[in-house]
């Protein structure tokens, strides 16, 4: 067993570090760059994000509970290696087996969540920014209605100062 650290760190290098530097060097590439071997290996650089979205929404559930599981961080690592290498084609595999028929299936109802989410959030945060907006006007208003205060009251009880000498 190679441990929890050394698991995780395995888990990072195969699979965000190595696929983050393989999208890199892709975005580097030119239109007259690519040709059919480039675009395949582009479509899997694709496949494998889409694949590792998906694994990191079912880790944030499952995470907790598999990290108890003997050689658990090992096969995570294998399977990351699997997916990320381009001899076995993993998440081209997954892709084309489980992610694009559920997408495909979903895909209107998925668009219409999205559209309706933005306008949800862009509706809150409108709503938000004018409350936090009015806040600090009221809190700046009332600091300077204080300030204020305080130096009439500094003003009068210099002048009774003067008086009394």
Same mark, same amino acid.
């Given at each position: 067993m190679i441990g929890y650290t050394i698991g995780r760190?395995?888990?990072?290098?195969? &699979? %965000?570090? $190595?696929?983050? $530097?393989?999208t890199f060097k892709a975005c580097k590439r030119t239109q007259e760059d690519i040709d059919d071997e480039k675009l395949d290996e582009l479509h899997r650089i694709l496949f494998f994000w889409a694949v590792n &979205? !998906?694994? *990191?929404f079912a880790e944030w559930w499952f995470d907790f509970f598999m990290s108890w599981v003997?050689? $658990? $961080?090992? *096969?995570?690592?294998l399977?990351?290696?699997?997916?990320?290498?381009?001899?076995? *084609? &993993?998440? %081209?595999?997954?892709y084309d087996n489980f992610v694009e028929e559920a997408l495909s299936t979903n895909e209107?109802?998925?668009?219409?969540?999205?559209?309706?989410?933005?306008? *949800?959030?862009k509706k809150g945060t409108s709503r938000?920014?004018?409350? !936090? &907006?009015?806040?600090?006007?009221?809190?700046?208003a009332q600091a300077l209605h204080k300030s204020q205060e305080a130096m009439v009251e500094r003003v009068a009880k210099?002048?009774?100062a003067v008086v009394e000498e």
């Open positions: 760190l395995g888990c990072i290098v195969v &699979g %965000q570090l $190595y696929p983050m $530097y393989r &979205g !998906l694994m *990191a003997p050689m $658990y $961080y090992e *096969a995570k690592v399977l990351l290696f699997w997916l990320v290498s381009s001899n076995f *084609a &993993g998440s %081209q595999f997954i209107v109802h998925i668009d219409e969540s999205l559209e309706l989410s933005k306008a *949800a959030f938000a920014f004018s409350f !936090l &907006g009015t806040s600090i006007v009221n809190i700046v210099g002048k009774e």
